[in-house]
């Protein structure tokens, strides 16, 4: 029996300098939280850079930065949220007002964030004043608890940022092909325009919400999405994943569908990506019927079960059907696409390339034949 053992990538590697780095930036100044040095210097040391380093850390320059954002934004929010229940004084120091101030800071800080349309923000903003009121500080130390807080998440986030490299032209890097370039042209006729639309997502139980942008995947888009799909699917189903290197291919195929091609945005972000190809349905007389195949549908790991992937969907099966397209199918988790109205292929008598049934294998009618 053989063992997959993972490789240790990059984005891992550059984790684990920044932490180290983050560390040592604090050492030579002996900001190890000595109390002694008083001030914010008493309250000061490593543990919250680090932990920014690992937290911000993304594939790319640009959601690193996003990502930065947003905990600097959360940390701000709670340590102001922590800073502001504890000037109410005496009375913060009884056990059941306290336990109903905690109540308090995190219901506000998440709605905070959602207003400042930053969900990624939700937790440090809830975090931070937990910690202000359970440790029970009082007068200017609290002041001097969250300046420290978020001086350290800017050095960590600084440093995150800087050891990733800026990103590439689109166009020039080793994901683009001549034929993809020569796409790219022609994906700049109006033939190809972007469309937008724009849905809030929320969901009551989990006191969240999610502005989203949906359009057609750009030019420009072309890097993003394959680092995307690498990130939602690394390690799920097997060490390391295939989709990335699947979309990069299926851009060259002629089946591609570029109308079809479709990206989230959220955040200032690219947060979801769904493709479709071209794809036949042989009967055993060798008659052929056009068909859809959509995949692969990605969402970015800290964005999932926001219905992202839902409203893609739901896109893509509308602009498949308004082309004329009578049907759409997919390879994926059965569980997860039964929600979205998709049937198992032995219901429509489809079997796969190798006349297996298959689980995986769905379908979805979109229109009726006349």
């Known amino acids: 029996m053989s063992i997959l053992i993972p490789k240790v990538g990059m984005r891992t590697v550059k984790t684990a300098v920044s932490v180290m ?23 000061m040391g490593p543990l919250y850079a680090c932990i920014a380093c690992v937290v911000c850390m993304q594939s790319s320059l640009g959601q690193t930065m996003q990502q930065g954002i947003s905990r600097f934004i959360g940390v701000a929010v709670g340590g102001t949220l922590g800073v502001l229940v504890l000037a109410l004084g005496e009375p913060v120091r009884y056990p059941l007002v306290k336990a109903l101030m905690l109540g308090v800071v995190c219901v506000a800080g998440v709605w905070l964030c959602l207003l400042l349309k930053r969900p990624a923000a939700c937790a440090m903003a809830c975090i931070v004043p937990c910690v202000i009121l359970v440790n029970g500080m ?31 032209t689109i166009g020039k890097g080793p994901l683009m092909s001549r034929g993809s370039r020569r796409r790219t042209k022609r994906r700049n006729s109006s033939r190809y325009r972007a469309f937008h639309i724009r849905r809030a997502l929320y969901f009551p139980e989990e006191g969240m919400a999610l502005d989203v942008k949906l359009r057609k995947e750009g030019p420009e888009d072309t890097r993003p999405v394959e680092c995307l799909l690498r990130e939602a699917f690394w390690n799920v189903y097997v060490p390391g994943c295939e989709e990335h290197y699947l979309a990069h291919i299926l851009r060259k195929h002629r089946d591609f569908v570029p109308e079809l091609d479709l990206v989230a945005e959220a955040e200032g972000r690219l947060v979801g990506n769904v493709m479709c190809t071209h794809a036949r349905i042989v009967s ?11 995949g692969p549908l990605g969402v970015l790991p800290e964005y999932q079960r926001y219905g992202v992937g839902r409203i893609l969907v739901e896109r893509v099966t509308t602009l498949a059907s308004e082309m004329g397209f009578g049907s759409i199918f997919l390879y994926g988790d059965p569980s997860y696409y039964r929600r979205l109205g998709f049937l198992p292929g032995e219901q429509f008598g489809i079997r796969n390339g190798e006349g297996q049934w298959a689980a995986a294998l769905q379908g979805r009618e979109l229109r009726r034949a006349h």
């Open 21 to 43: 780095i983050s560390y040592l930036v604090f050492v030579p100044f002996g900001l190890l939280y000595r109390e002694e040095l008083g001030g914010v210097w008493g309250q």
């Open 138 to 168: 009082t007068g200017v130390e609290r002041y001097y608890y969250a300046a420290a807080r978020i001086i350290e998440t800017v050095v960590g986030v600084a440093i995150a940022s800087a050891s990733m490299p800026p990103s590439r």
């Open 284 to 294: 055993a007389r060798e008659t052929a019927w056009e068909t859809l195949c959509l």
